[in-house]
């Protein structure tokens, strides 16, 4: 979080744009609730809202209320950080919150030394039960409640100011509180402007610097002639979270973009009259309606988890009304087959994805169909099989990954020890999904590199239970236990070789090498390109 991090640091942190007026204009609220207002006349905040949200969450140590759910900030702060700049990370525990259930989480197989050396070298580290109970990490908020150093210095085992440490801790203390001293310049717009102009400068100000990204710059020249827009967009995102989508506002925007102009891109959204936005945005609205419902019951994709990238929400939603929602049912399985294929092979995560896009919205314009869309992707690609090859070097991050969890929920994948379905909506940390290492890094550690043991063909889907029990554990060990119980039908779901002289870790390279002609066999029966 640079916002603490660059002040700690003695750096610049940007400044704040404010608004001297009492136009009636749009208003978003404060996610941390100001107390009383110091100036005499009402001032706007137009920029700097989130630096702001943040800081004074971690000062005063309150909980942050975002979509009416409250999300506390706490972050630590190592007193033994090195003298470089170091960045804040987060990290997730498994048994954490609750509410982030739709996601496929790691397995915690790395060793603890190479966790703890990486956390070592943070100043600031987003909190985790674990880094608090380590001496030389306090909480921000806690320092920030006293101007005393002793509670902090005793905890981290300094005892004496004959310790090296005794200076080098209270002085790092001092800078940390000096935080609240920090003053941010000020730029306050005149009463004299309109909205129209202080919209304009907005824009202009955030386009040299790149602050922004371009969605948000369309919402403010949307919302200057459209006024009320902003709670109209947000009523339809919160109504696609609800139904399991939660997508950021800035593809709603791009899709009513996409149904306004017949292409993707913000350039145009300012010149654009507000009647053809309102009537873009009806129409976008019933065809994001569209996408989901396609997605979730023709394609069985019911999480954003499992997209390699939005984008095809858009398309989909275009292609919709385009046929005015009106598909045979040929068309409507070829549809589903180029959602899947362009899923897989990752359709707007190649090049320039926005000119991907419009490459499809133009297709669609112009009266193409599903045949259409795949003699594009096919274009792009090449095959739309999946090779074994293509899976080589591949790790969770990839589209692939995605859609071997879709053709193993197809075949049947269970829990190895539970027997529940693999899903991404399982509560509790016993049986939340994760991705296990059939080969545990720890086996693999000295003769494999971290990449090598990354690989997609050493991964597999369990409940969170299931992981922690078999820990470290080669799969020569683990694996003759589940088999005894369940026979190897878990395994074979998740096309995970079986054959004893596969399982030791010198078989590394013949293991993966055949479970990726498994997987890939399961793949391309799932995708229909077998």
């Given at each position: 979080m640079?916002?603490i991090?660059?002040?700690?640091?003695?750096?610049?942190?940007?400044?704040?744009?404010?608004?001297?007026?009492d136009?009636?204009?749009?208003?978003?609220?404060?996610?941390?609730e100001q107390?009383?207002?110091p100036?005499?006349?009402t001032?706007l905040?137009?920029?700097?809202?989130?630096r702001?949200?943040?800081?004074?969450?971690?000062i005063r140590?309150e909980?942050?209320?975002?979509?009416g759910?409250?999300?506390?900030?706490?972050?630590?702060?190592?007193?033994e950080?090195?003298?470089?700049l170091?960045?804040?990370?987060e990290v997730?525990?498994?048994g954490?919150?609750?509410?982030?259930?739709e996601?496929?989480?790691d397995?915690i197989?790395?060793?603890?030394?190479e966790?703890?050396?990486?956390?070592?070298?943070?100043?600031?580290?987003?909190?985790t039960?674990?880094l608090?109970?380590?001496?030389?990490?306090?909480?921000?908020?806690?320092?920030f409640?006293?101007d005393?150093?002793?509670?902090?210095?005793?905890?981290?085992?300094?005892t004496?100011?004959e310790?090296?440490?005794?200076?080098?801790?209270?002085?790092?203390?001092?800078?940390l509180r000096?935080i609240?001293?920090?003053?941010?310049?000020?730029?306050v717009?005149?009463?004299?402007?309109?909205?129209?102009?202080?919209?304009e400068?907005?824009?202009?100000?955030n386009?040299?610097?790149?602050?922004?990204r371009?969605?948000d710059?369309?919402l403010a020249?949307?919302?200057?002639?459209?006024?009320g827009a902003?709670?109209?967009?947000?009523?339809f995102?919160a109504?696609?979270?609800?139904g399991?989508?939660?997508l950021?506002?800035?593809?709603h925007?791009k899709?009513?973009?996409a149904f306004?102009?017949?292409?993707?891109?913000?350039l145009t959204?300012?010149?654009?009259?507000?009647e053809t936005?309102?009537?873009?945005?009806?129409?976008s609205?019933q065809?994001m309606?569209?996408?989901?419902?396609?997605?979730?019951s023709?394609?069985g994709?019911?999480s954003?988890a499992?997209?390699?990238s939005?984008?095809?929400?858009?398309t989909?939603g275009y292609?919709?009304?385009?046929?005015?929602y009106?598909?045979?049912?040929?068309?409507?399985e070829?549809?589903?087959?180029?959602v899947?294929i362009?899923?897989?092979?990752?359709?707007?995560?190649?090049?320039?994805?926005?000119?991907l896009?419009?490459q499809?919205?133009a297709?669609?314009?112009?009266?193409?169909?599903?045949?259409?869309?795949?003699d594009?992707?096919?274009?792009?690609?090449?095959?739309?099989?999946?090779?074994?090859?293509?899976?080589?070097?591949?790790?969770?991050?990839s589209?692939?990954f995605k859609?071997?969890?879709?053709?193993?929920?197809?075949?049947?994948?269970?829990?190895?020890r539970?027997?529940?379905?693999?899903?991404?909506?399982?509560r509790?940390?016993n049986?939340?999904?994760q991705f296990?290492h059939?080969?545990?890094?720890?086996v693999?550690?000295?003769?494999y590199t971290g990449?090598?043991?990354d690989?997609?063909?050493?991964?597999a889907f369990?409940?969170?239970?299931?992981?922690?029990q078999?820990?470290?554990?080669?799969?020569v060990?683990y694996f003759?236990s589940i088999?005894?119980?369940s026979?190897?039908?878990?395994?074979?779901?998740?096309c995970?070789p079986?054959?004893p002289?596969?399982?030791?870790?010198?078989?590394?390279k013949?293991?993966?090498?055949?479970r990726?002609r498994?997987?890939?066999?399961?793949l391309?029966?799932f995708?229909?390109?077998?």
């Open positions: 640079s916002t991090l660059l002040p700690y640091r003695g750096y610049p942190s940007g400044a704040i744009l404010l608004w001297e007026t136009e009636s204009v749009p208003l978003q609220e404060f996610a941390i107390q009383r207002n100036y005499q006349s001032r905040l137009l920029d700097g809202q989130q702001l949200t943040s800081l004074a969450a971690v140590g909980p942050v209320n975002v979509r759910r409250k999300k506390p900030i706490e972050l630590l702060f190592n007193l950080h090195p003298e470089q170091a960045i804040v990370t997730n525990e498994d954490g919150d609750e509410e982030d259930d996601r496929i989480e397995e197989d790395s060793s603890e030394d966790l703890q050396k990486r956390f070592d070298r943070m100043t600031f580290v987003v909190s039960r674990k608090e109970q380590l001496p030389q990490w306090v909480k921000v908020s806690e320092v409640k006293t005393s150093d002793a509670p902090f210095l005793k905890r981290a085992g300094v004496s100011f310790d090296p440490r005794y200076e080098k801790y209270s002085q790092r203390l001092a800078r000096s609240r001293k920090y003053v941010y310049r000020m730029d717009l005149e009463r004299k402007l309109s909205y129209d102009e202080v919209t400068i907005f824009v202009r100000v386009s040299l610097g790149a602050k922004l371009s969605s710059l369309a020249q949307i919302t200057a002639k459209w006024r902003l709670k109209t967009f947000q009523g995102q109504q696609c979270e609800k399991g989508f939660d950021d506002l800035g593809l925007l899709n009513l973009v306004a102009t017949g292409q993707s891109r913000f959204v300012g010149s654009q009259p507000v936005l309102q009537q873009a945005w009806k129409e609205v065809g309606e569209f996408a989901l419902n396609f997605l979730k023709n394609a994709i019911d954003p499992l997209l390699s939005p984008f095809l929400l858009v989909l292609y919709g009304q385009k046929r005015q009106q598909i045979a049912a040929e068309e409507a070829r549809l589903r087959h180029w899947l362009g899923n897989a092979k990752g359709r707007y995560s190649r090049g320039s994805s926005e000119t896009l419009d499809n919205l297709t669609l314009r112009q009266g193409g169909g599903a045949d259409e869309l795949i594009r992707l096919r274009l792009q690609v090449g095959r739309l099989d999946v090779a074994p090859e293509e899976l080589e070097g591949r790790n969770q991050r589209a692939l859609t071997m969890f879709l053709a193993f929920r197809a075949a049947g994948a269970r829990d190895w539970s027997n529940l379905a693999i899903a991404l909506d399982h509790g940390s049986h939340r999904l296990h059939i080969f545990p890094k720890a693999l550690k000295g003769a990449r090598e043991a690989d997609i063909a050493n991964l369990v409940g969170g239970r299931t992981n922690r078999i820990s470290d554990k080669a799969p060990k003759p088999i005894d119980k026979g190897t039908g878990p395994f074979e779901a998740q995970i079986t054959d002289a596969l399982l030791g870790a010198e078989a590394y013949s293991y993966l090498a055949e990726r498994d997987v890939s066999r399961r391309n029966e995708l229909g390109t077998a």
